[in-house]
């Protein structure tokens, strides 16, 4: 049997140590610590804890046998991880020809061509796209180059952090290197039946297909077709972003002067309030971000007990955020706008407490009228804005020069 093989390439990229390189970001002071993300078991860990054999799934009792009393603890944010994640799926989607997430810190990518485009060798354009998203994102990622899939992911434990690996034809060696476990979809179940038979991934490829069809059926097949230079797999989209986000860096103009910092939150605002209406989304959860001279992060978080695409309100959440935490006494170099907790408008029964689109329809039309009127001509001149140091929180149509 003849099975054509993959001419594209895909990449496989995966953010280091995500979690522990998230809360490094958010405060560099720990750069050069024992630092470890936990909630009873390790979640996360830096590559300088990881030095002392202590990785994800480790027990506490353990660490702190090991470490004593020099590890930083820290609890699991996951608002800032999605938010992390979110830049990284924005960067991945404009910069590469199609993006497929696979988790909160990883995505499969195609860049078939992008680096002959770019004038580059393929090691070349991997070296100067993992330098990019580590700028934009600001957490270090490795990648991993291949034909498939499942190709680029299975070399995913090698040689981390900061890592590129590109296969090819003589990487049938470092297959041999490679326990049958490294290969995603196969699990216990399937080991326990391919045990007498491989043992690593050079040993599975070199199994009959029709062996695997018969005894192990579709997924062990698909998997085999993956290994052996073959497109069988696509990763299932989620339909609903879990939050998307907008923000905006003003490094060369690093400021406390509270109105122009609030103009740019309210940019960004319109701009990710356009994005959130196109898709037709609700949401239930608002964050707002600063970011200071000395490159330390803050969130602040605004939960609403019900889904609402009302624009009015959600801005009002905006600037009761920035009010309540906006300080003259700290210098700012950047601010983001997270909407999160989503999912697709619905026109359901309202109950008696529930504050909903009764007076909205006429509103989101506007809103959709604007956003069509932006899109053809390809510029943003039409938004909303608000006047937020007068505390006028009604909008009014604002028409850029």
């Not at 390189?21 to 009873?40: G, H, Q, S």
């Not at 707002?288 to 009002?316: A, G, P």
Request: proline share 2%; charged share 25%.
């Amino acid at each position: 049997m003849k099975f054509r093989s993959s001419k594209k390439v895909f990449i496989h990229v995966d953010c280091d140590s995500f979690f522990a390189e998230c809360e490094i970001l958010k405060n560099p002071t720990l750069n050069d610590k024992y630092v470890i993300v936990w909630d009873e078991i390790v979640l996360a860990c830096n590559y300088k804890t990881k030095a002392f054999w202590i990785n994800t799934w480790t027990p506490i009792w353990q660490v702190k046998k090991i470490l004593k009393n020099m590890w930083e603890y820290l609890p699991s944010d996951h608002d800032y991880y999605s938010f992390i994640s979110s830049k990284m799926m924005e960067f991945l989607e404009k910069n590469t020809l199609s993006i497929e997430p696979f988790s909160i810190d990883e995505a499969f990518c195609e860049v078939t061509w992008l680096a002959e485009m770019n004038k580059l060798s393929l090691e070349d354009y991997i070296l100067k796209l993992q330098k990019d998203i580590i700028t934009y994102v600001w957490v270090p990622v490795s990648i991993w180059v291949s034909t498939t899939r499942i190709k680029a992911k299975i070399f995913s434990k090698l040689n981390k952090p900061r890592w590129i690996f590109i296969d090819t034809w003589n990487s049938l060696e470092v297959y041999k290197t490679l326990n049958i476990a490294i290969v995603p979809f196969i699990g216990p179940s399937m080991r326990n039946k391919l045990k007498y038979k491989c043992s690593n991934v050079y040993d599975f490829l070199n199994l009959w297909y029709w062996y695997l069809n018969k005894n192990i059926w579709k997924n062990a097949c698909d998997l085999w077709l993956e290994l052996s230079w073959v497109n069988s797999y696509t990763v299932k989209k989620n339909k609903i972003s879990k939050s998307i986000s907008r923000g905006r860096s003003f490094n060369k103009n690093i400021t406390n002067n509270k109105d122009f910092i609030y103009s740019q939150m309210l940019i960004n605002f319109n701009y990710l309030y356009e994005e959130f209406t196109i898709k037709k989304y609700e949401l239930k959860k608002v964050t707002i971000f600063f970011r200071d001279k000395e490159k330390i992060t803050t969130l602040f978080h605004h939960n609403l007990w019900y889904h609402t695409y009302l624009r009015s309100d959600i801005l009002k959440i905006v600037q009761s955020l920035f009010l309540n935490n906006y300080s003259s006494d700290t210098l700012y170099r950047s601010t983001w706008v997270v909407f999160s907790n989503l999912k697709k408008q619905d026109f359901h029964q309202i109950n008696l407490f529930e504050k909903r689109y009764i007076k909205s329809d006429r509103n989101l039309d506007l809103i959709n009228t604007i956003n069509s009127i932006n899109k053809k001509f390809n510029v943003h001149k039409i938004s909303f804005w608000s006047d937020l140091l007068e505390k006028k929180f009604s909008s009014k149509l604002w028409i850029r020069k």
